[in-house]
């Protein structure tokens, strides 16, 4: 299954700022971040801009990541396509996650799956995230304030139970790590 559909923009972190592009193309997305070569990390938006957002002259699946100050924002999605469920250990900034952490952070994620898939839930997407894990359920909501709200529930009640769920992503313009980088 394609992450990409629609166009969503990719960002990346290096040492020089934030570079990013927009793509409608996963295997484009991957070889522009691979151009830079010194990223730290690499995203991409959850959800597909919507055609408001991109101007006539944007370039669509650049060769190169350009430097930008201004990144995705809610109103520049167009629908939600994909729940993110991310676990990840408990850790200061900036440290990565030990072995025993990542793998206390993929049963966590197992559960939770097993949970979800026992009461009817379609199979996630199951991804590494580098510090834990992702679970990525496709969804068909719009890009509104109910959606919004049902995305947050949604993230408030498994959290009651799995204490490695991130309950900060609930906006439309989250973005992921990008698989592959």
């Known amino acids: 299954m394609s992450m990409f559909t629609g166009?969503?923009?990719?960002?990346?972190?290096?040492?020089?700022?934030?570079?990013?592009g927009y793509f409608d193309s996963e295997v484009a997305a991957l070889s522009a971040v691979e151009q830079l070569g010194d990223y730290t990390a690499a995203w991409a938006t959850l959800n597909p801009l919507s055609a408001e957002a991109l101007t006539p002259d944007t370039v669509i699946n650049?060769?190169?990541?350009?430097?930008?100050?201004?990144?995705?924002?809610?109103?520049?999605?167009?629908?939600?396509e994909w729940l993110l469920l991310d676990f990840d250990p408990p850790r200061p900034t900036d440290t990565s996650s030990?072995?025993?952490?990542?793998?206390?952070?993929?049963q966590q994620a197992?559960?939770?799956?097993?949970?979800?898939?026992?009461?009817?839930?379609p199979a996630p997407l199951v991804i590494d995230s580098g510090?834990?894990?992702?679970?990525?359920?496709?969804?068909?909501?719009p890009n509104d304030a109910s959606a919004h709200e049902l995305v947050r529930s949604v993230l408030r009640?498994?959290?009651?139970?799995?204490?490695?769920?991130?309950?900060?992503n609930h906006n439309a313009a989250r973005v992921a790590k990008l698989p592959g980088t």
């Open 62 to 80: 650049p060769a190169e990541l350009a430097r930008t100050y201004n990144t995705a924002a809610d109103a520049h999605i167009a629908r939600r």
């Open 110 to 121: 197992e559960q939770c799956r097993d949970e979800l898939t026992g009461i009817g839930w």
């Open 7 to 20: 166009t969503h923009e990719v960002r990346t972190k290096t040492a020089r700022g934030v570079f990013a």
């Open 157 to 168: 009640s498994l959290a009651g139970r799995y204490s490695m769920l991130d309950v900060t």
């Open 98 to 106: 030990t072995d025993a952490e990542k793998a206390a952070a993929h």
């Open 131 to 141: 510090n834990g894990y992702h679970l990525r359920y496709h969804i068909n909501l």
